[in-house]
């Protein structure tokens, strides 16, 4: 089988702007004009295409991004939205309605994980939280009322890879819905290739890379990307959440260099990891041969992208992770702050900062330890310099 390559698809758009510009031109209309009344009605109806009516619904910009995001899933369609949040809640609540219920992988981003343990009962729809790797419990949790089974690629913040051939095949099998957060992992896994129905993004992170924004994405089935926009009971349509098509221009922007960042943060990822471990830190990355998934990991991706940009590292107790974290902020190895995906070095405690959601009881269960930091690595060029800081650090406070 060729290998997919989601970059080189990218590559292959071929958008242009008005008055030839090389870049689409950026539509900031909120409303549009028709030359005849009945085309408006038929707009409404979903029968025109290529017709916009109001900027809520389509417009040319998120368009343009979204068939950029459609054509590196291999999707058939895409929409975007305000935030990844908004990717996901829409995702779903198309998907489930009152009375149905959810599997999901218990360890999730935190905002997630709260939507779909706090938010839902409002609808009465029911969630079990599974540990994804063990397919049969993921399988045994199914109920007649089951609609979908939920994870991420490479779960936040312990790393763990979700099978997604075997979970399609298990969602097959009972006739529901796959539906993966590729956010970690945009080119270097494709879930929809795996067989996953429905990929959602938060595009705030690797695939705009420049955390000058929010945004999100949801790619899926012309049926299933019809049916979120439809007027009458579209979810993304009725809900709202728009992402501005200012924003949208400068994401397409900067998703063409998505390839080149992916291999770079992951490169170095794979290089601090590496060295990390040599010295005796426990360190948390799929691309380790001794990652419990490295294997599975090797497997599912696609070639030349590496392993991600993210990795954890266990620093036992949150005092310690914060001595750390503080050190390394002030010698320049980036920056204390949660989110992902930029070209600086990032770092957070998990436990206390975007999986503070987690009720520490949970938090104890799925084995998120409290001192556990997680990284962005960042697209450094000198990513030895950057080693040598950490490590002189970690034996400063006496953990290698
Ligand atoms: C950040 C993040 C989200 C939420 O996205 P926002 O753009 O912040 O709404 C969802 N899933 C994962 C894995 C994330 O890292």
Known sequence: MESFDPASRIQKLRHFGEFGGVNPSITDSSTYTFLHGEDMFETFLGHMEGCFLYSRHWNPSNKYLADAIATMEDTESAWVTASGM?????????????????????????????????????????????????????????????????????????????????LAKITKKHQIKLMVDNTFTPMILSPAQLGADIVVYSMTKFINGKNDCVAGAICGTNQFIHELSNVNDGTAMLLGPVLDPLRSSSILKNLHTLHIRM??????????????????????????????????????????????????????????????????????????????????????????????????????????????????????????????????????????
């Open 263 to 400: 291999r770079q943060h992951s490169m170095n990822a794979q290089y601090l990891a590496e060295k990390l471990q040599e010295i005796g830190v426990p360190v948390n990355y799929p691309g380790l041969k001794t990652h419990r998934d490295h294997k599975l990991h090797t497997e599912i991706m696609n070639i030349d992208y590496g392993y991600g940009g993210m990795l954890a590292i266990d620093f036992g107790t949150v005092k310690k992770a914060n001595i750390v974290m503080q050190k390394m902020q002030d010698r320049d190895v980036g920056y204390l702050a949660v989110s992902l995906g930029y070209f600086k070095t990032l770092f957070s405690c998990s436990g206390t900062s975007t999986s503070s959601e987690v009720p520490e009881d949970i938090q104890k269960e799925i084995g998120l330890s409290e001192g556990l930091v997680r990284f962005s690595v960042g697209l450094d060029n000198d990513i030895k310099e950057t080693f040598e800081t950490i490590k002189a650090i970690c034996m400063e406070e006496g953990l290698s």
């Open 86 to 166: 908004a990717a996901i809640t829409c995702a779903l609540l198309q998907l489930c309605n009152t009375g149905d219920h959810i599997v999901t992988s218990v360890t999730t981003y935190g905002g997630t994980f709260a939507f779909l343990r706090n938010y839902l009962k409002k609808f009465q729809i029911e969630v079990s939280f599974v540990n994804i790797s063990n397919l049969e419990s993921v399988e045994a949790a199914i109920q007649p009322n089951t609609k979908v089974i939920y994870t991420e690629s490479v779960t936040n913040p312990l790393l763990q890879v979700s099978n997604i051939p075997e």
